[in-house]
Nanobody, 125 residues
């Protein structure tokens, strides 16, 4: 059984919206930890998108998505979501869900212990 599973990716036009979902397991979920989204475009480094504390709900965003993307979570369902509005071609990438421990560096990949397999988001112009 997989421990983190992303879904919701697809092909959309610029200006459209998508909602990504990530299902955690009892092993990969912790009330003392964080959930996050990263993305990676072909030929580029994997970059931080957003993170949220499971307990308290503090959120973090990379500058390029502020005002357009919203991260949320449902602790009872062990789910983390990424609502993506006003999508741009520059958002095209494989999106990965991750979970890890609380940290003062939520944007660092080393913070996260578990990763999903990724879901493709393609935004056409």
């Amino acid at each position: 059984q997989v421990q983190l599973v992303e879904s919701g990716g697809g092909l959309v036009q610029a200006g459209d919206s998508l909602r990504l979902s990530c299902a955690a397991s009892e092993r990969t979920f912790s009330l003392h930890g964080m959930g996050a989204w990263f993305r990676q475009a072909p030929g580029k480094e994997r970059e931080f998108v957003s993170a949220i504390r499971w307990s308290g709900g503090n959120t973090y965003y990379t500058d390029s998505v502020k005002g357009r993307f919203t991260i949320s979570r449902d602790n009872a369902k062990k789910m983390v979501y990424l609502q993506m509005n006003t999508l741009k071609p520059e958002d095209t990438a494989v999106y990965y869900c991750a979970t890890g421990s609380l940290t003062i560096r939520p944007s660092h990949r080393a913070t996260y212990d578990y990763w999903g397999q990724g879901t493709q988001v393609t935004v056409s112009s």
